[in-house]
C-alpha cells in the first residue's frame, strides 16, 4: 500500500462549525505533514510530526489544531475558520525527516470552502 | 536558506522533449534535489531524485552539474497528460530541515 488517504475530499463549513480532517497511511513512514494551498500557489507547510510528536509548527493561527493519534493516522481539527482560510489541504507522509533524501508521499487532498 | 528559482511557466507540443531547469545556488553539500508533478486538485507526487551527475528513471531524467547549484529536470517526448506544475526542492541549508519547502514552481503546458 503506497497510498496516502485524506478524508473528506470536499468540505464546507461555516464560520462557527467544528469539523475534522483525516489522513492515513499504511507504508509504515514514521513523518507526517500538513499543508495548506491556495488556488494557482504552491503548497505551503503548516505542521510536522515526526514519530508521533509535533515536530514543526510553521506559525499557524490556533484555529488550526493538528493531532496524530498513532503513526498511521494524521488529523487537523478546525475550529472559528475565517473565509481565507479556503484552500485544498494536503496530508503527505515520508519514512523521516532526518535523511536528505527524503521523498513526501502526497495524498489527493480535502478542498475546504469557509462560508 | 537555500532557495530555488525556476521559470513560471513553459509551453510545448506533444512529442517533444522539455527541459525545465532550478537554480538552487545555496545548497547544502549533503542535500538531494527532489523534483514534484502536480495536477490541478490532487497532491504533488514525487518524479525523481538526485546528488550529482546525472538520473534517470522511467519518467524522467535529471541532469546536475558538477557545482550542483541547478538542476534539469528533462522529460522525453512529452504528452497532453505532463500538463501539469513541476516544483524542484532542496533542503534548507544549516537550518537542518529536508526539501519541505515548495517554490513557485513551472507551470509547464503541453500544446496537442
Known amino acids: 500500500d503506497t497510498e496516502v488517504t485524506q478524508t473528506p475530499k470536499h468540505l464546507v463549513m461555516g464560520m462557527t462549525n467544528k469539523k475534522s480532517l483525516k489522513c492515513e497511511q499504511h507504508?509504515?513512514?514514521?513523518?507526517m505533514y500538513w499543508y495548506k494551498q491556495k488556488a494557482k500557489k504552491p503548497p505551503e507547510l503548516m505542521f510536522v510530526?515526526?514519530?508521533?510528536?509535533?515536530?514543526i509548527n510553521e506559525s499557524v493561527p490556533s484555529r488550526f489544531s493538528p493531532e496524530c493519534p498513532n503513526s498511521s493516522l494524521l488529523n487537523l481539527h478546525l475550529h472559528a475558520l475565517q473565509p481565507e482560510d479556503s484552500a485544498l489541504y494536503l496530508c503527505?507522509?515520508?519514512?523521516?525527516?532526518?535523511?536528505?533524501?527524503?521523498?513526501?508521499?502526497f495524498g489527493s487532498g480535502t478542498q475546504l470552502s469557509v462560508l | 536558506l537555500a532557495k530555488t528559482t525556476q521559470p513560471i511557466s513553459m509551453d510545448s507540443y506533444e512529442g517533444q522533449e522539455v527541459n525545465i531547469t532550478c537554480s538552487h545556488n545555496?545548497?547544502?553539500?549533503?542535500?538531494?534535489i527532489t523534483w514534484y508533478q502536480q495536477f490541478p486538485s490532487q497532491g504533488p507526487r514525487f518524479i525523481i531524485q538526485?546528488?550529482?551527475t546525472k538520473v534517470t528513471n522511467e519518467v524522467a531524467s535529471l541532469f546536475i552539474p558538477a557545482d550542483r547549484k541547478s538542476s534539469t529536470l528533462s522529460l522525453p517526448r512529452v504528452s497532453l497528460s505532463d500538463t501539469a506544475v513541476y516544483y524542484c526542492?532542496?533542503?534548507?541549508?544549516?537550518?537542518?530541515?529536508?526539501?519541505?519547502?515548495f517554490g513557485s514552481g513551472t507551470r509547464l503546458q503541453v500544446q496537442p
Open positions: 503527505a507522509s515520508s519514512l523521516g525527516i532526518w535523511a536528505t533524501n527524503e521523498k513526501l508521499f
Open positions: 507504508m509504515g513512514h514514521r513523518a
Open positions: 510530526y515526526s514519530y508521533e510528536k509535533l515536530s
Open positions: 545555496n545548497i547544502a553539500t549533503n542535500d538531494y
Open positions: 538526485g546528488y550529482k
Open positions: 526542492l532542496v533542503g534548507e541549508g544549516d537550518t537542518g530541515r529536508r526539501a519541505l519547502t
